[in-house]
């Protein structure tokens, strides 16, 4: 017989410099504690959704936790029991997202004197789960590998403690696990019959019978980008152009203002990037290096591309003063590192834009660095006033000289963005010099994305997919149902990475360590080499 291994409580409190308080850290209750139809008593819930009948009771398989720690290493000390905030702990391979069914009912406890809960819904995890375990993606990354957990609601009201048995009283849908569920909320978004059938399905909680309703009757297919980032992502706003000036043969300066000026404007800090849609439908969307300025007003440096499929020739060549753009939040992937006794920042042509902001601040703050400025000749600077104002601190390497960067110590931490060859040289001369990779830091400002055609087969959810020559494997999951985040899109920041088991990579883009390409792979630009099999 199963046993209740914790019964975790916690109350509400300011977490993650966030404004919105979260009852994440539980404590276990060495004593039984109460279990009402709401859930146990002195337990409370904050994010808008949590809580309530049909969520009383959060349950999370422990045995999760050896998988966390091994698919994320560097956070292994954040995967201890209680902390993806649940209220039952157990260890049982029997009770998992595979296993559990929705509508089963449990009995904590001896005889009638037992607690009797009822399996409700899956888990939908929320951003607060990117911070509490300092993963950007954890959220997705949880809902994508089907170790949620689960709620329960409460059919009879007692005490439970640790040590209870637990004993399962009825399995009324075999056939509806956890992971079943799951499926149809985020892979097979269409399978009408079975998202008819669990709309139907009373014992489901009526948060998830709701999301099928909708897609059912009304056609509505629910935006996840503010559960799993905390809208982040979810904000555009539009933009008017004020300003545009060219500043070498090939790059012009960009300057956006806001239509809705902001009292407080977020300014824009060391790494910043910013997204732009633009086309037929706004299908277009390109990122790009933020040079300086704050949410009411920015400055972008764009480069020209004599291959662009509309992105740079339409800002260069149509755009015109007046005209207004939507554009996402600002976001940094790429800041100094802060613990570091020495920056080398390494930009060439249009990479200059990711270290104006950096090496300001770097200066102001009187911290040890040197910006490389590689450029084809004199008359390819941009940006000549903020570079000059850099002082000693910068210098400008002209490639029509023969002029070449000079060796480093490996007590620094180098920071590249420019042309591909640029970053291949970087990355060969330090791998030359023993150079310890976790101190390269890389950003791209373009990303080819086709290559040859593959197939990708999806472990959990018995998928083969086809990627065409022009299509992103991004795109391809999408359009399938899955939603992977992303950011950058172009292979720096890593947000869309996906999982792999088997099967030959083209790695491309700089958003996973090398030790990281051995089990992912960057859905944006990375392409399989014949047949890849995903974790998904």
Not at 4 to 27: A, D, E, M, N, Y
Request: hydrophobic share 35%; proline share 4%; glycine share 10%.
């Amino acid at each position: 017989m199963d046993k209740l291994l914790q019964v975790r409580t916690g109350k509400l409190r300011p977490v993650f410099g966030l404004q919105t308080p979260s009852g994440i850290f539980k404590t276990v209750q060495q004593n039984p504690v109460k279990v009402e139809f709401l859930g146990c008593e002195g337990d409370e819930h904050g994010y808008i959704g949590h809580g309530g009948v049909d969520k009383a009771l959060m349950w999370y398989p422990s045995q999760h936790y050896a998988f966390w720690k091994t698919e994320l290493p560097q956070n292994a000390h954040l995967f201890g029991v209680g902390g993806f905030g649940e209220n039952i702990v157990t260890s049982s391979e029997k009770l998992n997202e595979k296993e559990v069914c929705v509508g089963d009912m449990f009995r904590f406890g001896q005889g009638e004197a037992g607690v009797v809960i009822q399996i409700s819904e899956p888990r939908q995890p929320c951003f607060m789960l990117n911070h509490r375990f300092e993963v950007k993606d954890m959220s997705i990354r949880s809902q994508n590998a089907n170790r949620t957990g689960w709620y329960c609601r409460v059919l009879k009201e007692g005490h439970i403690q640790s040590g209870d048995p637990i004993s399962l009283v009825e399995r009324k849908y075999p056939k509806w696990t956890v992971k079943a569920v799951q499926t149809m909320l985020y892979v097979e978004r269409k399978n009408w019959e079975a998202i008819r059938e669990l709309s139907e399905l009373s014992e489901l909680g009526e948060e998830i019978r709701t999301i099928f309703l909708n897609r059912l009757k009304k056609g509505i297919f629910l935006d996840e980008s503010d559960r799993l980032a905390g809208g982040e992502d979810k904000a555009w706003n539009e933009y008017r152009l004020v300003g545009k000036k060219v500043e070498t043969p090939r790059i012009c300066s960009f300057e956006f203002e806001t239509i809705d000026t902001s009292e407080s404007p977020a300014p824009a800090t060391p790494g910043s990037h910013i997204r732009v849609k633009f086309g037929r439908n706004n299908q277009v969307v390109r990122a790009y290096s933020i040079v300086g300025g704050d949410s009411n007003r920015f400055t972008l440096g764009i480069a020209l591309d004599r291959d662009s499929r509309g992105g740079s020739r339409y800002l260069h060549e149509e755009l015109k003063i007046g005209d207004s753009l939507s554009f996402s939040q600002m976001k940094s992937d790429f800041p100094p590192a802060v613990d570091a006794d020495h920056h080398i920042l390494i930009a060439g042509g249009v990479g200059i834009t990711a270290f104006l902001i950096t090496a300001r601040q770097l200066r102001q703050q009187g911290q040890n660095f040197h910006l490389y400025y590689a450029i084809r000749s004199a008359h390819d600077v941009a940006f000549k006033y903020p570079v000059q104002e850099l002082g000693n601190n910068v210098t400008v390497l002209d490639g029509s000289k023969g002029q070449r960067l000079a060796k480093s110590n490996s007590r620094t931490h180098i920071y590249c963005c420019g042309p591909q060859r640029l970053m291949d040289g970087v990355t060969l001369a330090a791998r030359t010099l023993n150079f310890p990779s976790s101190n390269l830091h890389f950003e791209a400002f373009t990303a080819l994305t086709s290559g040859d055609p593959f197939t990708v087969e999806l472990a959990e959810s018995k998928k083969t997919l086809d990627v065409k020559e022009e299509q992103t494997l991004l795109d391809v999951l999408r359009d399938s149902g899955f939603n992977v985040p992303s950011s950058c899109e172009v292979g720096n920041c890593g947000t869309c990475r996906v999982g792999v088991r088997s099967g030959k990579v083209e790695h491309r883009g700089t958003g996973l360590l090398e030790g990281e390409k051995k089990g992912a792979m960057l859905s944006c630009v990375s392409r399989g080499i014949g047949k890849v099999v995903l974790d998904l």
